[in-house]
């Protein structure tokens, strides 16, 4: 079972009180982008195996939005932290170089 601690209300909340939302800090597709980059927004991603940083609902507890890194063949958490972020903060990304030093983080464009 996986558990996302919710950096809002402080909750350990099991994957039924949450709902996914897909991959965090990609650059949105907008107005007056093309029609290619519009389709890679919506349909493009690597979906490999390993650290993933995600968008998280805690839907049935406090509805706020958070985000979370996690390796998605293991499911281990390394962190959750705010929506509002526009980047791991650094005791996330600690945590993720603990167990894969050679990880960076990079913004998804």
Request: charged letters at 30%.
């Amino acid at each position: 079972m996986l558990l996302l601690q919710c950096p809002y209300c402080g909750v350990n909340a099991e994957e039924t009180e949450l709902a996914a939302g897909g991959e965090a800090h990609l650059k949105r597709a907008t107005v007056g982008d093309s029609d290619e980059a519009f389709e890679g927004y919506l349909f493009m991603r690597e979906n490999k195996k390993g650290v993933h940083l995600e968008r998280w609902r805690h839907a049935y507890g406090c509805g706020k939005w958070f985000l979370a890194a996690r390796d998605t063949d293991t499911l281990e958490v390394f962190g959750t932290y705010p929506a509002q972020t526009t980047e791991p903060p650094a005791d996330v990304t600690e945590n993720i170089r603990a167990k894969y030093p050679d990880w960076s983080w990079k913004e998804t464009a």
